[in-house]
């Protein structure tokens, strides 16, 4: 599973993530699936995010986001045998307007 996933910035109607690939991927990474829904509403939206073989940390932007809304976020690896376990859960809070980072 992708390990240090993070919100690094978080805007009214998007924010930016980062993770790190698993210590010990079930083969070649070849994309991430990220879930993202509004915490307390069921319906969920699910992307693909493409990555370099090269790369060690991803980052990704999820845009259309509505402002003031609190988010749940997993992301779990994909190789050619499938899906791997979600990382943990990570929340975020988006603003009603301007910059609002996380330490």
Do not use: C
Request: glycine share 6%; hydrophobic share 40%; charged share 10%.
């Amino acid at each position: 599973m992708p390990v240090n996933v993070t919100a690094t910035r978080v805007y009214p109607t998007s924010v930016d993530l980062s993770w790190q690939q698993p210590v010990s991927p079930n083969g070649i990474i070849l994309a991430y699936n990220v879930s993202l829904n509004i915490v307390g509403e069921q319906n969920h939206h699910s992307i693909s995010v493409n990555v370099s073989a090269l790369a060690v940390t991803v980052q990704h932007t999820l845009y259309d986001l509505k402002k003031y809304s609190s988010y749940a976020v997993k992301v779990a690896a994909v190789t050619s045998k499938g899906a791997g376990p979600n990382a943990g859960t990570v929340f975020f809070t988006t603003q009603s307007g301007g910059l609002f980072h996380l330490s």
